[in-house]
């Protein structure tokens, strides 16, 4: 994974213990050039960092198709894209407008028919009226550095589904005097699209009907991040550029990674088919209890495909009709399934107030409570602030609505009736974090789990009976020929491909281990 390995050597030096959100936001910036762009949410609280780190990655992809907008409304996604005119023609085409209108144009100019002049400016005129702004997504990567709209998402729903490769679109401008004027928009493809969210989008935020659309990402927010932020800043604002330069990060190493990016983007343009022999068996780890499983699994796949097709180089291969198409290994497998969270959708501070003041006062000062399924402690709301901040009646509130309720709903914290006052609630802990913390976010699936017998299964229905007909061949990732039961062998081996230097970091993203010790 060279090109990986490349982007993390240099984002890593500005950008503290975020190995993981590195990789997957590259991730998100490649998967521009394939067919099945991703669509990432990173939500941690105003000033983590999240923006930082996106322009940090973004730095390295060419400028042209990186759209960053701040409180981005419907039309500015339009006016910030580079859009030509264009005529719909009668089998759901569109023609450019100039090659449309010149012809008739050059007509005018040779014939000296009036009637006939005026025929054809009518026809200019029709064609006019029912020319759209073409807007080109292909390859664009569009970058939400604040909170958005519901009105924006409405907006974008399409195509954040990828349900239609051509979107039209219609919007009214009023110019300064008054006057109105309709305006008619074509979109083309799909972006990539990354939305640094600030929102505790639980209970506030209107647009609660794109996160099924979304792969949500956290930050983490370590004592061990933070202090190497703090050394950062200090070196940052201690030394000379030129000296920043020599000790730290060089324009040259910038830009021979950069040439390295926009070599792997022309790799992957028009190479977006892989060959996953471990996919159904991943399916099998989902839970079959809802329909968004199905988004969710769609998530891991996009991860996997984009992991195996920027490492294409070094991966096994298929050739069939001419046809070059990785197959993913064992490594693809479990870096996607580490990099794919599963959030829930509450702040990671919270978490972090729950792990280091709420759960803390709960153990050690609880009073006894009785319940069906046993004796455990608890305590009021009013308990709770008394031990973790001692404020008036209106903090008691506050706490209840904007940290226990969210806790509560989330599964951190059970509540029930105070047996003396019907009036308030007694809060006590699941039987999970009597002994451990909590954790904001968790992989999609516990890859432990995986029966890797799936590959043969998948290999001797897909590829076998191809492969004795002459139908394909088989090439190692050096290009030797093999056969199907050396693949299997291949793809399943966990040490066949040299792992990535940065081990993946499973750790919590909202407890900092030195911290607990």
């Known amino acids: 994974m060279v090109i990986l390995e490349d982007i993390l050597n240099i984002v890593e030096r500005e950008v503290k213990e975020e190995s993981e959100n590195i990789t997957q936001i590259a991730l998100t910036f490649f998967s521009a050039y394939t067919g099945n762009p991703q669509n990432t949410r990173i939500l941690a609280p105003s000033g983590e960092g999240k923006t930082y780190l996106v322009l940090k990655v973004a730095n390295h992809f060419p400028s042209d198709d990186v759209i960053i907008l701040s409180k981005a409304t419907p ?46 400016k009518n026809q200019i005129r029709e064609l006019q009226n029912s020319a759209y702004d073409y807007i080109d997504f292909e390859y664009k990567t569009i970058v939400l550095v604040d909170s958005q709209s519901a009105e924006l998402f409405e907006t974008l729903k399409t195509t954040l589904s990828h349900d239609k490769e051509f979107q039209k679109s219609f919007s009214v401008n009023k110019s300064k005097s008054g006057t109105i004027s309709g305006q008619k928009f074509v979109f083309h493809g799909w972006p990539a699209l990354i939305y640094c969210s600030a929102k505790d989008e639980q209970k506030h935020d209107q647009t609660n009907e794109m ?39 060089s324009g040259f ?33 989902f839970e079959d209890d809802a329909g968004y499983r199905t988004r969710q699994l769609k998530i891991l796949d996009n991860n996997i495909c984009v ?9 096994p291969k298929i050739i069939y009709k001419d046809e070059i198409i990785p197959i993913s290994t064992w490594f693809d497998i479990e870096t996607a399934c580490n990099l794919t969270k599963n959030p829930r959708e509450i702040q990671p501070y919270k978490i972090k107030q729950f792990n280091k003041k709420i759960r803390p006062a709960i153990l050690e000062h609880g009073k006894e409570l009785s319940l069906v399924d046993g004796n455990t402690k608890g305590l009021t709301a009013s308990e709770i602030l008394a031990h973790i901040d001692k404020k008036s009646e209106n903090g008691r509130q506050k706490l209840q609505e904007t940290i226990l309720k969210p806790l509560v ?5 059970e509540e029930t009736e105070d047996p003396n006052d019907k009036r308030k609630y007694i809060y006590y802990l ?36 191809r492969f004795e007909k002459g139908e394909l061949t088989i090439e190692d990732e050096k290009g030797n020929s093999i056969n199907p039961q050396q693949l ?12 990535n230097r940065h081990e993946l970091d499973n750790s919590d993203s909202s407890i900092d281990v030195e911290e607990k010790k």
């Open 75 to 120: 039309q500015s996604i339009k006016y910030n894209l580079n859009s030509k005119r264009v005529i719909e023609n009668g089998d759901g085409n569109f023609q450019d407008y100039d090659v449309a209108i010149k012809p008739l144009e050059d007509e005018i100019s040779k014939t000296k028919d009036k009637e006939k002049q005026q025929e054809l």
């Open 409 to 413: 709903d989330q599964g951190f914290l």
């Open 488 to 499: 299997i062998e291949l793809v399943k081996n966990r040490h066949s491909i040299t792992q």
């Open 430 to 465: 699941p039987k999970k974090y009597l002994n451990n913390d909590a954790i904001i976010e968790s992989t999609l699936i516990d890859i432990s789990l995986l029966d890797d017998s799936c590959v043969d299964s998948f290999v001797r229905k897909y590829l076998k009976q």
């Open 211 to 249: 996160n099924t659309r979304f792969h949500t990402i956290s930050l983490r927010t370590t004592g061990k991040k933070y202090r190497k932020m703090l050394e950062h800043q200090a070196v940052v604002s201690s030394i000379p550029n030129s000296f920043y330069q020599e000790e730290i990060l």
């Open 253 to 285: 190493e910038i830009g021979e990674l950069n040439l390295k990016v926009e070599s792997m983007i022309n790799d992957l343009k028009g190479n977006s088919e892989i060959f996953n022999p471990f996919g159904i068996g991943l399916s099998g780890l």
């Open 307 to 315: 992991h195996t097709l920027v490492n294409r180089k070094n991966r």
